[in-house]
Nanobody, 126 residues
C-alpha cells in the first residue's frame, strides 16, 4: 500500500507559477508510473501529465503542454508538477496518482491508476 500526499497548491494570479509536490510513503514508487490529474468544479476529472518510472516517457494534456513540467525524484519518493503561465482555466483540485509497477511507459487513462492522493486546490485569479 502506498499513501500519496499532494502539497503546494494555493491562490496565484494569472501568469504566475506554482510547484506541486506529491510525496509517497509506505513503499517505494520508483517502479510506478505516476500521473497528475485535475478536476474543476462541475467537470470530470482529467489527465494533466504522466511520467514513466524511469522518466523516459512523459505525456501532457494539450491544454498544459509548454506550460507545465512533470518530474520525479525516485530517491526522494516524490513527483513534481511545475506549473508556469497559469490561466484561470487551470483552477481545479489537482490529484497525484500511482500506476503500480507499470514496466513500460505511462498511461493517460484514469482507471489504470491504482492509488490516489487527496488532492490540492489550485486557484488562479484573473
Amino acid at each position: 500500500q502506498v499513501q500519496l500526499v499532494e502539497s503546494g497548491g494555493g491562490l496565484v494570479q494569472a501568469g504566475g507559477s506554482l510547484r506541486l509536490t506529491c510525496a509517497a510513503s509506505g513503499r517505494t514508487i520508483s517502479r510506478d508510473a505516476m500521473g497528475w490529474f485535475r478536476q474543476a468544479p462541475g467537470k470530470e476529472r482529467e489527465f494533466v501529465a504522466g511520467i514513466s518510472w524511469s522518466s523516459s516517457t512523459i505525456y501532457y494534456a494539450n491544454s498544459v503542454k509548454g506550460r507545465f513540467t512533470i518530474s520525479r525524484d525516485n530517491g526522494k519518493n516524490t513527483v513534481y508538477l511545475h506549473m508556469n503561465s497559469l490561466k484561470s482555466e487551470d483552477t481545479a483540485v489537482y490529484y497525484c496518482a500511482a500506476d503500480y509497477f507499470r514496466a513500460v511507459g505511462v498511461t493517460r487513462e484514469e482507471y489504470e491508476y491504482d492509488y490516489w492522493g487527496q488532492g490540492t486546490q489550485v486557484t488562479v485569479s484573473s
